[in-house]
């Protein structure tokens, strides 16, 4: 059974810089592209970054680029996302997500003063 799970989220203020990490199992972790998603409170899914199974092409969206960096740890199953910078707008619930689209239950980070 595919199980990912998030942490690392919490409250932070604008400037401020949070790392999220999800744990996975149930997969082939190195061969799965990863992604994170997050979802805005009131609104939709909303693709944040993803990196392919060699950890050659990061991709990011416009809305993080040059402030988020994705990674991942082949030897730990774990995929992490190192947010600086954060601006209120980046406030909602992230998710990681597997190249199947499965995904975690998310962690909260909430950016406000």
């Known amino acids: 059974e595919v199980h990912l799970v998030e942490s690392g989220g919490g409250l932070v203020q604008p400037g401020g810089s949070l790392r999220l990490s999800c744990a996975a199992s149930?997969?082939?972790?190195?061969?799965?592209?990863m992604s994170w998603v997050r979802q805005a409170p009131g609104k939709g899914l909303e693709w944040v970054s993803s990196i392919d199974y060699n950890s050659n092409f990061p991709s990011y969206a416009d809305s993080v680029k040059g402030r988020f960096t994705i990674a991942r740890d082949d030897a730990k199953n774990t995929l992490y996302l190192q947010m600086n910078s954060l601006k209120p707008e980046d406030t909602g619930v992230y998710y990681c997500?597997?190249?199947?689209?499965?995904r975690g239950q998310g962690t909260q980070v909430t950016v406000s003063s």
């Open positions: 149930g997969f082939t972790f190195s061969w799965s592209t």
């Open positions: 997500r597997n190249s199947a689209g499965t």
